[in-house]
């Protein structure tokens, strides 16, 4: 990041601006969307999104509950509950508050949580917190909705209760590796143990979920972890969970919650869980050996995050994703974001030809108090633009030759070191699924790379 006391001497590289303006894009991603058969879904009965603020699933009147989460979708005890509101259609609203790593928490809202902990829910005006006391409220005050959980006192209901105990197990063994400086391999042994249980727990029950062919508030309590779980321990140990066939029970298991619209709607990926955990965890260990997975997960193995794109399936590596992928869809949904977003999202990459806040946070992909190169504002646009265009139209030789040197008499000469620093800042913190879905969001940092090289 630059220093805060100048402005940079960019000037070295230049490239062209002769993209589309952001009005003829917005005509292309219309004419795309219409050749494609696809529009927008709907925020409020539609599939679960993370840019929802008011859930209704087509009932009338006010929502009974209202649900603080964190913002970035980091969060995995809020994800619990926002899935299990999803999977029951309890309709409710949200209020998007920050994770303390991300900056200080809203005044408004320390009144309310003094401890500023999340998630928080109002239910008929009334506040809970604690992720558990508010799932057991949730199945409680509304059993209509799915239940979720076998009935209190049966032999289901006793093995629904183990598991959850297992999960706190699963939870700690996975700390205990991940976190440690020390111990590696009895931390290892004790989490594979642990994992081991898991998956012959899931293969009795006959699967593909916890207690069988439905899914439960067990399923909704693992969920956050287990994917969590499959992207930090190939990150920071080089040690695959998900991918091998090490357990079939649990493979079975993310397979199956990948068909669920309302897990789906909350899922990240590794990139962005391997970076939003150190924070909250105080620090993950890696080791030598996940050195070729962290520069995978990375996008930095000249592959994973590069054009053309390596496929993405049940069996995919770095990351499996059973939904797999449709690149011109996947184009398409990047570019709506982008160009919907264009003026928010230009101010934000030309953070990185800026300067960083002057009040450092923990969170190392988050600079809240950062501000933007003004004086390159118009090369970031044009930048941007080109990237829309490519995701467009494609990133084709006629594209790439608009990127070049300056075509004199043409089009304006913009800096290209500038847009080379902010495309690399906004490629680093798009977030699943805050910004995008996951393949959504692997098509923009591959054309934010496109950009990088061709300008390089």
Wanted: hydrophobic content about 40%; glycine content about 8%; proline content about 9%.
């Amino acid at each position: 990041m630059l220093g805060q006391s100048s402005t940079p001497d960019y000037g070295a590289k230049n490239f062209s601006d002769n993209a589309p303006s952001w009005s003829t894009l917005q005509q292309m991603v219309e004419a795309r969307a219409h050749e494609l058969n696809w529009q927008q879904p709907d925020l409020e009965e539609g599939p679960a999104s993370p840019l929802a603020l008011k859930r209704t699933f087509g009932n009338t009147g006010q929502p009974r509950v209202k649900l603080y989460r964190d913002d970035a979708a980091w969060c995995p005890y809020c994800q619990k509950v926002w899935l299990q509101l999803e999977e029951k259609r309890i309709p409710y609203v949200i209020e998007k508050i920050n994770m303390r790593c991300y900056g200080d928490k809203p005044p408004e809202y320390t009144r309310k949580v003094p401890s500023g902990l999340l998630p928080a829910m109002e239910l008929d005006g009334k506040l809970y917190v604690e992720s558990a006391d508010i799932m057991r409220l949730l199945e409680q005050e509304f059993p209509e909705n799915s239940p979720l959980m076998p009935t209190p006192g049966s032999p289901e209901r006793q093995r629904a209760d183990a598991l959850m105990r297992l999960e706190r197990r699963l939870f700690s063994d996975w700390l205990s590796w991940l976190c440690q400086s020390w111990g590696h391999e009895s931390n290892k042994r004790e989490f594979v143990a642990t994992m081991d249980t898991i998956d012959r727990e899931m293969q009795a029950a006959g699967g593909p979920f916890f207690l069988g062919k439905e899914l439960s508030l067990v399923d909704v309590v693992f969920s956050p972890f287990l994917e969590r779980i499959a992207a930090s321990i190939y990150y920071y140990k080089g040690f695959v969970v998900r991918g091998e066939g090490r357990w079939p029970g649990i493979e079975r298991w993310f397979e199956a919650m990948e068909q669920r619209p309302a897990y789906l709607g909350t899922r990240s990926d590794y990139f962005t869980h391997v970076h939003d955990l150190p924070p909250q965890l105080g620090g993950c260990q890696s080791v030598p050996e996940a050195d070729e997975a962290q520069a995978a997960v990375d996008g930095e193995d000249g592959k994973s995050w590069h054009l053309p794109l390596p496929p993405l399936n049940a069996t995919s590596l770095p990351e499996p994703y059973i939904q797999g992928e449709d690149p011109p869809l996947d184009r398409l949904r990047a570019a709506m974001r982008l160009v919907n977003n264009h003026k928010a999202v230009v101010r934000f990459a030309a953070r990185g030809c800026g300067s960083p806040g002057r009040r450092p946070v923990s969170a190392p992909l988050s600079d809240p108090t950062a501000k933007p190169g003004e004086d390159f504002l118009p090369d970031v646009d044009a930048g941007l633009r080109h990237v829309a265009h490519a995701l467009l139209a494609g990133a084709d030789a006629k594209q790439q030759s608009a990127l070049e040197a300056v075509a004199v008499g043409e089009a304006e000469s913009m800096n290209g070191d500038a847009v080379v620093a902010s495309a690399m800042y906004i490629r680093d913190r798009v977030g699943v699924p805050r910004d995008l879905p996951l393949p959504a969001a692997r098509q923009l940092r591959a054309h934010l790379n496109w950009l990088i090289d061709t300008i390089a």
